[in-house]
């Protein structure tokens, strides 16, 4: 596989430390909040390119932190406590807030066909692991203590890691952005790893420590979580691009002053998810969940495909309009794959030509836009349906989007549908269960009030010489 590596800025060789494994790390989500669809793309992505290495034939252990303590409203140390934060405004504990957005975390994930990764770790589980690496971290001179927190000493390295998107303006974002500028700190990018003087005298989560009773700071917790699980040498980190810049930086600054040799020497990124105004954010207009696009009548995995549709490494413009086009895309989709018998013997030749087609043109820095169109190509093959539709199912192990499974759903409701006579909506024809699937895509289209759609189909069956008139409780079809 070539992979971008924003480390570098070049697309290279995908390797890994032990070959044919990979030590994976994804940071996960600060648990104070629903999330918002445009950090679910992140998790999307990086669902696929997991998919894709197995698919391509390695080991993946992949890890994910659950931030439930010590991130601050700002990334650089300063601003509010985002789970004090939510805990105030729900009247609940901060326990019962990191439990609760957890498994609605989880619960959208799952709509979304994300899997869970191999180990899952909520911070407040590894408190021992930050004091190990920062007492270390402390004895080599890394780490100071000043007005009682303990800082990392930024100065301390030859290079601190910025990767290179960063000047000294963006460097300074902590500072212009911060509440309050930190006197304690002896260089301007120096950050802490522990707090014990928190400004928030109501601080739910304290522990014991050698430099007194506090909590660990935000960046600690991915080095410590990936050191326990991933082992010393990480091949691939992977996160949001709103995450290199100061938590990434500082994740490289401290693992490797313990370590003492590089840590990890891949990173992937994924591009923010905008509106067409700037970027999108949380605090204005409508805030985008799960939930939000399901009570609007979406399939979840209608915003997967949408997000499938386009590179991980471009910014990616939500409007509703682009998600109804996807929406429609899918459903079309789906109605084709429906349609195909699932009859004769797959053509294992032709088979693992497309495998392999689908195994490069993907492997080319994740080009998921690629992969859309490989199932369509699948679709056009000359071949037989089963051969298709094996075809179909092998890349949905990377795309995960259930088109085997929802497809045969549709044939078995169409065909419940005419024979059965008693179902919800009985179509009457000519015992056609391709007809028969698309007279009732365009009802589920209506019923969906994507009139679009329904419009389209009923001129794709006019095209076939099909004409469909609404009965009551149903569908009657005939050839013209
Ligand atoms: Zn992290």
Redesign the pocket.
């Known amino acids: 596989m070539y992979l971008y590596n924003s480390a570098t800025h070049k697309k290279e060789e995908f390797k890994t430390h032990t070959p044919g494994r990979v030590e994976m790390y994804t ?1 996960g989500p600060t648990v104070y909040h629903f999330a918002h669809i445009g950090n679910l793309r992140s998790y999307i992505m990086e669902d696929v390119l997991e998919k894709y290495l197995r698919f391509a034939g390695y080991d993946v252990n992949r890890v994910m ?1 659950i931030t439930d303590v010590g991130h601050l409203s700002s990334d650089a140390d300063t601003g509010e406590d985002k789970m004090l934060k939510g805990a105030k405004r729900e009247n609940k504990t901060v326990m019962d807030i990191a439990k609760f957005y957890t498994d609605a975390f989880f619960d959208d994930c799952r709509k979304l066909n994300i899997k869970t990764p191999d180990v899952v770790q909520p911070a407040t589980g590894c408190i021992d692991e930050y004091i190990k690496i920062i007492s270390k971290l402390v004895d080599t001179g890394y780490a100071y203590l000043a007005g009682g927190n303990v800082y990392f000493d930024s100065s301390k390295l030859e290079r601190y890691y910025i990767f290179n998107d960063h000047d000294e303006d963006d460097l300074a974002v902590g500072v212009r952005e911060g509440v309050e500028e930190d006197s304690n700190k002896r260089n301007k990018n120096d950050f802490v790893l522990w707090f014990t003087k928190s400004k928030f005298e109501d601080q739910a989560l304290k522990w014991d420590s050698p430099w007194g009773v506090g909590y660990p700071g935000w960046h600690i917790e ?1 080095s410590g979580i990936s050191m326990k699980y991933n082992g010393e040498y990480l091949d691939l980190h992977c ?1 949001g691009v709103d ?1 290199a810049f100061p ?2 930086t500082n ?1 490289i600054a401290q693992s490797e002053s313990y370590l003492g040799h590089p840590w990890c020497p891949q990173w992937f990124h994924v591009h923010h998810l905008n509106d067409p105004a700037g970027k999108m954010s949380k605090s204005k207009g409508e805030f985008l969940t799960v939930s939000l696009l399901e009570e609007k009548g979406y399939d979840p995995l209608a915003y997967r495909w949408f997000c499938l549709q386009s590179h991980y490494r471009k910014t990616l413009v939500f409007t509703w309009e682009n998600l109804d086009n996807a929406a429609a895309a899918y459903t079309k989709l789906l109605n084709r794959v429906a349609a195909l018998k699932p009859e004769g013997d797959v053509d294992q030749a032709v088979f693992g030509e497309y495998r392999e087609k689908f195994l490069q043109q993907v492997g080319n820095d994740l080009n998921t836009s690629m992969a859309v169109t490989a199932v369509f190509d699948a679709l056009k093959a000359k071949t037989n349906d089963a051969t298709k539709l094996a075809v179909i199912g092998e890349f949905d192990k990377v795309l995960s989007m259930s088109l085997l499974e929802k497809a045969a759903a549709l044939r078995e409701k169409a065909a419940q549908a005419v024979q059965s006579g008693g179902g919800d909506y009985v179509i009457t024809g000519e015992g056609d269960p391709e007809i028969d699937a698309k007279v009732l895509a365009r009802y589920e289209a209506k019923k969906a009030k994507n009139f679009a759609e329904a419009d389209r189909i009923r001129d794709e069956l006019k095209r076939q010489g099909i004409e469909v008139t609404d009965v009551k409780g149903g569908a009657a079809w005939k050839r013209l």
Request: aromatic residues 0%; contains cysteine; glycine residues 12%.
């Open positions: 940071c932190n991915c996160g995450n938590h990434h994740e």
